[in-house]
């Protein structure tokens, strides 16, 4: 089984809006953290937020924030109030286990976003 | 403070021939990998490294070695390049010991071409 699912895999969204990327995981690790990171069209991997399992609050990050719910095992991406500069490829990523020797990400195929103006 | 940088940012190899492809933190990290990047399918571990004289398998470790005698720098061999290693390689670094956001760093990558 796929350990990171992103089912989207290219998202069409009016500038301004607020856009939605979706993140399954499947993990039966009680400590695991979850990532996404941006890759614009010049390649680099850009770190936007972090969730860990056991942090009770969804994380912020400026306009990005994660909806996470646990129960579900989704890990969602919102960008509020998009910019043409969010157009790129989105990545969700986990690590299991947050101890020494858990480094180790396991990342989803992606998802393409593009801004319309 | 230059963060992860690779070398070469482009390589075109022939079937069979042999490289290195260079990392290099500045950010004195226990934490060191290798991914490779192809179409579709996301990042994927090559290798990786949890400390100076300490390398293990990822997911995709064939025709790949690595070695690392230095904290700062994390070197990914091909032996013996294959059309199937055409791929983005990306190396990344992380601290171990800093929370809480767990960031791995990324280099900027190597695009490789075997042909």
């Known amino acids: 089984a796929q350990k990171i699912t992103q089912t989207q895999p290219g998202m069409f969204v009016q500038e301004k809006e607020a856009v939605t990327l979706d993140c399954t995981y499947d993990?039966?690790?009680?400590?695991?953290?979850l990532f996404w990171y941006k890759q614009p069209s010049s390649g680099e991997m850009i770190f936007l937020i972090y969730?860990?399992?056991?942090?009770?609050q969804n994380a912020t990050e400026g306009r990005y924030s994660l909806n996470f719910q646990k129960a579900r095992k989704s890990a969602n991406l919102v960008i509020s109030a998009s910019q043409l500069g969010d157009s790129a490829m989105y990545f969700c990523?986990?690590?299991?286990?947050?101890?020494?020797?858990?480094?180790?990400?396991?990342f989803g195929t992606g998802t393409r976003l593009t801004i319309i103006p | 403070n230059a963060g992860v940088t690779q070398t070469p940012k482009f390589q075109v190899l022939k079937t069979g021939q042999s490289m290195t492809l260079q990392c290099a933190q500045d950010?004195?990290?226990?934490?060191m990998s290798w991914y490779r990047q192809d179409p579709g399918m996301g990042l994927r571990l090559i290798h990786y490294?949890?400390?100076?004289?300490?390398?293990d398998q990822g997911e995709v470790p064939n025709g790949y070695n690595v070695s690392r005698s230095t904290t700062e720098d994390f070197p990914l061999r091909l032996l013996s390049a294959a059309p199937s290693q055409t791929s983005v390689y990306f190396c990344?670094?992380?601290?171990?010991?800093?929370?809480?956001?767990?960031?791995?760093?990324f280099g900027p990558g190597t695009r490789l071409t075997v042909t």
């Open positions: 990344a670094s992380s601290s171990i010991t800093t929370e809480p956001s767990y960031e791995q760093y």
């Open positions: 993990t039966s690790d009680p400590s695991y953290g």
């Open positions: 969730q860990g399992s056991y942090d009770q």
């Open positions: 990523a986990m690590r299991e286990g947050l101890g020494f020797g858990n480094e180790k990400l396991t």
């Open positions: 950010m004195n990290h226990e934490y």
């Open positions: 490294s949890v400390g100076a004289g300490i390398t």
